[in-house]
């Protein structure tokens, strides 16, 4: 089984992912990131789109570039909550938001990353940690068009998102780790970008609508005729 040493392994190309591997990389340290998607498709995450308070995000990633490439909307002030008995309530923003094209977005944090010296493996899907008989994690074992790969690491970073089955894997016996999370408390979402013909009235508000069944959906106006719905 080919076997690479580094020291962080960091499971997951998504927000989380690439902040960690841009933050460790850029202080020297031996870094990559193994992401289950393709090069094409890393990045792209089901997401409303909307984002605020990018000036509190580390320093390791440059957000003008960010920005510019991926903020379709700066103009969010808002978010307008429709009751479903009627009337609505709008709640104003103290600095805007922004709605942002989500894979572009996504594309530039792992450009971040591996501009601060992380490595990135596309095509990687984690199936399993390693553990030493202490408990210590000492990395991961993941498969790459039909082979399986292991790699060390001091540390491994569980980034691969809400569904991440590195929890599962993992033998907490003797930890503080809160293993208490049942599958039965998720739920599915649906996501949709619409090109609409005329331009919204509310580009400048994120919209939280009552569905005529169960549930809402929210809007959010990537510009006046491109709304993320979900
Ligand atoms: C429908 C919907 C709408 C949302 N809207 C918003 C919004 O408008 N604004 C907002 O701020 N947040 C929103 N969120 C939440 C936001 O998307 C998450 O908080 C965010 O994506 C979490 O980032 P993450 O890096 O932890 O995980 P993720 O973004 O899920 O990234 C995990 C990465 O790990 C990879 N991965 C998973 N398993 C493995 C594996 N075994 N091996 C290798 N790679 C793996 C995945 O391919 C993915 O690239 C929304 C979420 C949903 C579901």
């Not at 923003?93 to 709605?99: E, L, Q, S, Y």
């Not at 991440?164 to 208490?180: A, C, H, V």
């Not at 090109?195 to 400048?204: C, F, H, R, T």
């Not at 809007?219 to 979900?230: G, M, N, S, V």
Request: proline share 3%.
């Amino acid at each position: 089984m080919p076997t690479e040493a580094y020291d962080i392994v960091v499971v997951g190309g998504g927000t989380a992912g690439t902040f960690a591997a841009a933050t460790a990389a850029s202080e020297g340290l031996d870094v990559i990131i193994l992401e289950r998607k393709s090069a094409d498709e890393a990045g792209h995450i089901a997401c409303g789109d909307a984002i605020k308070g990018t000036s509190t995000f580390p320093d390791v990633i440059d957000r003008n570039y960010l920005k510019s490439e991926s903020f379709t909307n700066q103009r969010i002030q808002r978010a307008v909550f429709e009751n479903p008995r009627g009337g609505s309530v709008d709640i104003d923003f103290a600095d805007n938001g922004a709605v942002l094209d989500r894979k572009r977005y996504g594309e530039v944090l792992i450009e971040e990353a591996e501009r601060s010296g992380a490595d990135i493996q596309y095509n990687t899907v984690v199936q399993d940690i390693s553990q030493a008989d202490d408990g210590t994690v000492t990395g991961v074992h993941a498969t790459r068009n039909g082979t399986t790969y292991t790699y060390k690491a001091d540390i491994t970073i569980d980034a691969a998102g809400a569904l991440s089955i590195l929890q599962d894997k993992t033998d907490f016996t003797g930890t503080y780790f809160d293993t208490n999370v049942s599958y039965s408390q998720f739920c599915s979402a649906y996501r949709e970008v619409l090109e609409v013909p005329d331009p919204v009235e509310y580009d400048d508000a994120i919209v939280f609508k009552p569905t005529d069944e169960l549930g809402y959906l929210w809007y959010f106006p990537r510009t006046a005729t491109e709304i993320t719905l979900d």
